[in-house]
């Protein structure tokens, strides 16, 4: 929670009410391949300008802003709550950084971690004599 800087009143000086804000966790599925770790988050109601994904130093982090669904109108049932989206992951560092892309497809972002080609299983071939 992010606190409102200590404001002065009267000539006393009050600390405001820490400003509370929803931040979910989105689900995740990773599959990994012999070339790439693939990510597939969901992400509802992210647009591609509102989504910011990092890595650096091993680290993954996405983060995605939601905008409200409704501006006008009085709801007659709310379930579904309003807020961003942040996760965080360590991934080694066999991962080229360069070549990392990412889509995001009716709430679903697929995040492509291409593996650098000094790691990736090599098949030796045997020779006969």
Not at 76 to 103: C, H, M, N, P, Q
Not at 104 to 124: D, F, M, N, S, T
């Amino acid at each position: 929670m992010a606190n409102i800087a200590k404001k002065e009143h009267r000539g006393e000086i009050t600390t405001a009410e820490p400003v509370r804000t929803v931040t979910y966790s989105p689900r995740v599925d990773v599959v990994e391949t012999a070339d790439e770790l693939v990510l597939y988050a969901d992400l509802p109601g992210v647009r591609p300008e509102d989504l910011d994904i990092r890595y650096e130093n091993g680290e993954l982090t996405l983060h995605g802003k939601v905008q409200p669904r409704l501006e006008k109108g009085e709801f007659l049932l709310r379930e579904y709550g309003v807020g961003d989206f942040y996760r965080t992951f360590t991934i080694g560092e066999e991962i080229d950084s360069d070549k990392i892309s990412a889509e995001l497809k009716q709430g679903v972002l697929v995040l492509h971690l291409p593996k650098h080609e000094a790691i990736k299983p090599k098949r030796i071939a045997v020779k006969a004599e």
